[in-house]
């Protein structure tokens, strides 16, 4: 009798153990996704932000495209265009390891509207009209080059990661922050 009182003891005892660390880990994960969402957030209010409204894409737009901005945001290549002016290049990752910014690229369809909204303090919007969508081998970085014309250009992998995508948008000077 006295050994079933304490293998009973010695169960509840570990139950809430178990519990305890149950409720730790997360706690944990639960602290990790609010801390990223209230960081995602600065980000979006301090920077130029890209929207795909059809695939309910909107992230900021970090300078430059190294892997730490990359793993929080997109990423601007640096000595390309400028808000609806030359060839605006960004690139994200299409990755549940990385950021998933554009794991939903490839569901893009021509004439879709794509938007840059700037910092200003009007947040004007910029808006792109896709005219293009293709695969390029990794090495192909003329999609960078200046086209003469005002456009947007967004690179991501593939879903296997052993080619690109890119979607071409070209700048609608007709539109007005609306």
Excluded: W
Excluded at 65 to 88: I, M, P, Q, W
Excluded at 105 to 117: A, H, N, Q, W
């Amino acid at each position: 009798m006295i050994k079933t009182e304490k293998k009973k003891r010695i169960l509840r005892i570990v139950g809430i153990i178990m519990m305890i660390c149950g409720i730790s880990v997360l706690s944990l994960f639960a602290y990790r996704k609010i801390s990223r969402e209230i960081y995602l957030r600065s980000l979006l209010e301090d920077n130029i932000n890209f929207e795909i409204p059809c695939l309910d894409i909107k992230v900021p737009v970090l300078e430059g495209t190294d892997n730490k901005k990359l793993a929080v945001s997109a990423g601007h290549f640096l000595g390309t265009g400028e808000l609806g002016e030359g060839n605006y290049c960004i690139a994200g990752h299409n990755s549940t390891i990385y950021a998933e910014i554009f794991n939903d690229l490839d569901k893009i369809k021509i004439g879709d509207e794509m938007y840059l909204v700037d910092t200003d303090k009007n947040r004007t919007r910029y808006r792109y009209i896709v005219t293009e969508y293709k695969i390029v081998d990794p090495n192909d970085v003329g999609v960078l080059d200046d086209f003469g014309d005002d456009r947007l250009t967004v690179i991501s992998c593939t879903d296997d990661g052993k080619y690109r995508q890119v979607v071409i948008g070209k700048y609608d000077k007709e539109y007005r922050n609306k």
